[in-house]
């Protein structure tokens, strides 16, 4: 299980370290926007330069957990980086969830599980 973890840990920080640096360095091709709410919604995110967050809160996360360094810090932010990611996918785009998306929130389930030690504190009912 410990192999199968470090694999999902290490591919979850493959995606979002790539994905995250291409959003600040933009060295994959944009394909054609199509026209109504997603294309505004793409040009009112890189005209305010708002990319270039994500994509710090991307990569960050992504290098960390390739590095295996604060893993339980990378996933809670890359939760918020998930859910915003499927927000996108169900109200804007309306393109589905399927694959890339299901994919990232399968890996990042199977990187929690395996600490969810560290995350014990904040389920708890009382302090």
Do not use: C
């Amino acid at each position: 299980m410990k192999i199968v973890t470090a694999i999902a840990r290490i591919l979850l920080g493959l995606v979002f370290a790539f994905f995250g640096s291409n959003l600040l360095f933009q060295f994959l091709p944009n394909p054609p926007m199509p026209p109504g709410v997603v294309k505004d919604f793409m040009v009112a995110l890189g005209s305010t330069h708002y990319v270039a967050v994500i994509g710090f809160f991307q990569l960050v996360p992504g290098l960390l957990l390739i590095i295996n360094r604060y893993v339980p810090l990378a996933l809670t932010v890359l939760a918020a980086e998930i859910v915003n990611i499927l927000t996108t996918h169900i109200l804007v785009m309306h393109t589905g969830l399927f694959p890339i998306p299901i994919l990232v929130v399968l890996l990042w389930l199977l990187v929690f599980w395996s600490v969810r030690s560290a995350f014990a504190g904040i389920f708890q009912a009382k302090a």
